[in-house]
């Protein structure tokens, strides 16, 4: 069906066409919505403001059952309150439509997202969390929206320290072989050993490393035999990059996040560009050679001596830096995916590296107006002492630990709420719930903020978290299933009880929020907009009765409340990949 206009957009244009001007309308603790813009437009045509906003209230339509009063406060303010039957009008309107009225883009575009980044041959830490649930959102929002998004996962999969790796597999081949398993397949268990594996390998490739010159100096060719891509070095690389890959799809899998082997194109994917990317510089003046390395220098940065910071692209000994890398990532998103948008999920410490490769971009022209790139920078994750995340002994968090962790929380948690559970829906609802209560605790704060990560604030049941919006979700199921021949039906003709208009009107922003969310790439504002909905649902249920309504329509109107409700619930969680249980 055609997406369902807002009443704030309806009412916006209504009075647009009566005061010949474009208003300016919010919500309001006085009306539904105030309707800023006469005082300017009287000043400019220097007359009395609120005459001019008595003539605007009279050219309001009176017959189309959108406004059921307007009233005219201080220099000029429309206090505008809606009809209550034009609210379940709409909300009918988008309880009818599968996608809620949230019209898909007109002219979609081409995002090249570029998150969940994690590192062949290394365990996943916290850190690498916040790149891969806001992303993860990110993706899921603008598909929603219906632009194409092409998911990047730039992984580490390049570097000196794969000649080290590669050498000690060389010599000792069977330190990756898997071995017998103990019957099963589970990929938490695959993961965990492919884990075992690696760090195995790394940790006695390491003290060879640092132990013998010569192999050293053979780990130092094979750098230069990966380099030129001679066949077995590249076969013996490709196992540590399948092997992670067990090991990432393990705890993406226990993320709930589906990570598909086409979209993980990481620094390799790239090594045939650099040579050409370094010369397509070069040439065209945009970089130029300081002290034997290739750099490009900026008037806007400098360091504390006030001497120039240069981007490297390529060092002086030949080597390509990061820099190489995403300026030919940059040339392949642009000319061979034909991005609109690229958005790179990456931390905000490297704010400033970015800033240098888009302005390069730009220079060189491969980012042109018709080509927007933005570093979608956030913060770090805490612990109770303002510190970021560490284990007591000081080691970087493995995020493994970290979601197991959130997961036996939860299951406490419900063991507790629920004693008629069954200890296999327990544990299926401590999944749900302590990761969508990670990603929740994420989502919910703004990008560039910190949080502390306090998982007993997470699971609770009470304040913004995902635990109470997914109470909020089950206790709805749980009426539509007492309602028993009862329907969710919509009855425009009954007058709306003060915590059903909040509720309703809460109900008629979902769109806007979403397109709001699109626009600015902020997931931290569906958040809000779901705690504001569930907890208008949590008043609504506590002052109106649904299956003890007076009257039988009236028990229909609650019920399509409740059910519209649930259905935004789970649709705006779902966008930030979090599942809705439906018993807790």
Same mark, same amino acid.
């Given at each position: 069906?055609?997406?369902?206009?807002?009443?704030?957009a309806?009412?916006q244009?209504?009075?647009?066409?009566?005061?010949?001007?474009?208003?300016?309308?919010?919500?309001?603790?006085?009306?539904?919505?105030?309707?800023?813009?006469?005082?300017?437009?009287?000043?400019?045509?220097?007359?009395?403001?609120?005459?001019?906003?008595a003539e605007?209230?009279?050219?309001?339509?009176?017959?189309?059952?959108?406004?059921?009063?307007?009233?005219?406060?201080?220099?000029?303010?429309?206090?505008?309150?809606?009809?209550?039957?034009?609210?379940?009008?709409?909300?009918?309107?988008?309880?009818?439509?599968?996608?809620?009225?949230?019209?898909?883009?007109?002219?979609?575009?081409i995002?090249?997202?570029d998150?969940?980044?994690?590192?062949?041959?290394?365990?996943?830490?916290?850190?690498?969390?916040?790149?891969?649930?806001?992303?993860?959102a990110?993706?899921?929002?603008?598909?929603?929206e219906?632009?194409?998004?092409?998911?990047?996962?730039?992984?580490?999969?390049?570097?000196?320290?794969?000649?080290?790796?590669?050498?000690?597999?060389?010599?000792?081949p069977h330190?990756?072989?898997?071995?017998?398993?103990?019957?099963?397949?589970?990929?938490?268990?695959?993961?965990?050993?492919?884990?075992?594996?690696?760090?195995?390998?790394?940790?006695?490739?390491?003290?060879?490393?640092?132990?013998?010159?010569?192999?050293?100096?053979?780990?130092?060719?094979?750098?230069?035999?990966?380099?030129?891509?001679?066949?077995e070095?590249?076969?013996?690389?490709?196992?540590?990059?399948?092997?992670?890959?067990i090991? @990432?799809?393990s705890?993406?899998?226990?993320?709930?996040i589906?990570?598909?082997d086409?979209?993980?194109?990481?620094?390799?994917?790239?090594?045939?560009?650099?040579?050409?990317?370094c010369?397509?510089?070069?040439?065209?003046?945009v970089?130029?050679r300081?002290?034997?390395?290739?750099?490009?220098?900026?008037?806007?940065?400098?360091?504390k001596?006030?001497?120039?910071?240069?981007?490297?692209?390529?060092k002086?000994?030949g080597?390509?830096?990061?820099?190489?890398?995403?300026?030919?990532?940059?040339?392949?998103?642009?000319?061979?995916?034909?991005?609109?948008?690229?958005l790179?999920?990456?931390?905000?410490?490297q704010?400033?590296? @970015?800033?240098?490769?888009f302005?390069?971009?730009?220079?060189a022209?491969?980012l042109t107006?018709?080509?927007k790139?933005?570093?979608?920078?956030?913060?770090?994750?805490?612990?109770?002492?303002?510190?970021?995340?560490k284990?007591?002994?000081?080691?970087?968090?493995?995020?493994?630990?970290?979601?197991?962790?959130?997961?036996?929380?939860?299951?406490?948690?419900?063991?507790?709420?629920?004693?008629?559970?069954?200890?296999?829906?327990?544990?299926?609802?401590?999944k749900?719930?302590?990761?969508?209560?990670?990603?929740?605790?994420?989502?919910?704060?703004?990008l560039?903020?910190?949080?502390?990560?306090?998982?007993?604030r997470?699971?609770s049941?009470?304040g913004?978290?995902?635990?109470?919006?997914?109470?909020?979700?089950?206790?709805?199921?749980?009426?539509?299933?007492?309602?028993?021949?009862?329907?969710?039906?919509?009855?425009?003709?009954?007058p709306?009880?003060?915590?059903?208009?909040?509720?309703?009107?809460?109900?008629?922003?979902?769109?806007e929020?979403l397109?709001?969310v699109?626009?600015?790439?902020?997931?931290?504002?569906?958040?809000?907009?779901?705690?504001?909905?569930?907890?208008?649902?949590?008043?609504?249920?506590?002052?109106c009765?649904?299956?003890?309504?007076?009257?039988?329509?009236?028990?229909?109107?609650?019920?399509?409340l409740?059910d519209?409700?649930a259905?935004?619930?789970?649709?705006?969680?779902?966008?930030?990949?979090?599942?809705?249980?439906?018993?807790?």
């Amino acid at each position: 069906m055609a997406s369902v206009n807002s009443l704030s957009a309806t009412i916006q244009q209504r009075v647009a066409d009566a005061l010949g001007a474009d208003p300016l309308l919010r919500r309001s603790d006085r009306a539904d919505f105030q309707a800023n813009g006469v005082l300017g437009l009287a000043k400019r045509n220097k007359a009395n403001p609120r005459e001019l906003a008595a003539e605007v209230v009279a050219a309001l339509p009176k017959d189309d059952g959108l406004i059921a009063d307007v009233e005219v406060s201080g220099p000029g303010f429309l206090n505008i309150t809606v009809a209550d039957a034009a609210i379940t009008r709409t909300l009918a309107a988008r309880a009818a439509d599968d996608r809620l009225g949230v019209p898909a883009k007109a002219d979609p575009g081409i995002t090249v997202i570029d998150y969940a980044q994690p590192n062949v041959a290394k365990e996943m830490h916290v850190g690498h969390l916040r790149s891969s649930v806001i992303g993860d959102a990110l993706v899921k929002i603008l598909e929603f929206e219906g632009e194409t998004v092409v998911r990047r996962h730039h992984i580490g999969d390049w570097g000196t320290q794969f000649g080290m790796l590669i050498q000690y597999l060389v010599e000792h081949p069977h330190e990756l072989d898997h071995g017998d398993r103990d019957g099963t397949d589970a990929a938490e268990e695959a993961g965990e050993a492919s884990m075992s594996r690696l760090n195995r390998l790394y940790k006695a490739s390491r003290t060879v490393f640092d132990s013998d010159d010569d192999f050293k100096t053979r780990s130092r060719k094979r750098v230069v035999d990966l380099q030129a891509g001679e066949p077995e070095t590249l076969a013996m690389w490709q196992r540590f990059v399948d092997e992670s890959k067990i090991y @990432f799809n393990s705890v993406y899998d226990k993320l709930d996040i589906a990570i598909r082997d086409e979209d993980v194109v990481g620094e390799s994917g790239y090594n045939d560009m650099l040579v050409e990317t370094c010369t397509l510089l070069e040439k065209s003046g945009v970089a130029v050679r300081s002290n034997g390395a290739l750099c490009v220098f900026f008037d806007d940065i400098k360091g504390k001596d006030g001497e120039p910071v240069p981007l490297i692209v390529q060092k002086a000994d030949g080597g390509f830096g990061y820099a190489a890398t995403d300026l030919s990532a940059v040339r392949n998103r642009t000319a061979d995916l034909h991005a609109n948008t690229l958005l790179y999920v990456v931390d905000s410490r490297q704010a400033l590296h @970015f800033k240098m490769v888009f302005e390069t971009a730009k220079r060189a022209g491969w980012l042109t107006d018709e080509v927007k790139a933005l570093h979608i920078p956030f913060g770090t994750l805490l612990g109770k002492d303002g510190k970021p995340y560490k284990t007591r002994s000081g080691e970087t968090f493995r995020l493994v630990d970290l979601l197991d962790e959130a997961v036996e929380r939860a299951a406490t948690v419900i063991r507790e709420k629920s004693s008629e559970l069954t200890d296999e829906e327990v544990a299926d609802r401590a999944k749900e719930v302590g990761i969508g209560a990670i990603k929740y605790a994420d989502l919910s704060t703004s990008l560039g903020r910190d949080y502390v990560f306090d998982l007993d604030r997470m699971v609770s049941l009470n304040g913004d978290t995902s635990v109470y919006l997914q109470y909020a979700y089950a206790r709805i199921q749980s009426i539509l299933r007492k309602a028993g021949d009862a329907k969710p039906v919509a009855h425009p003709e009954l007058p709306l009880a003060p915590a059903e208009r909040t509720l309703g009107l809460l109900l008629d922003e979902f769109a806007e929020t979403l397109a709001g969310v699109s626009e600015t790439y902020e997931p931290h504002k569906l958040a809000s907009y779901l705690y504001a909905l569930a907890s208008a649902y949590t008043t609504f249920y506590d002052q109106c009765p649904v299956l003890k309504a007076e009257t039988p329509e009236l028990r229909e109107n609650r019920l399509f409340l409740c059910d519209l409700t649930a259905r935004t619930l789970r649709q705006g969680m779902a966008l930030l990949g979090i599942r809705t249980p439906e018993r807790l």
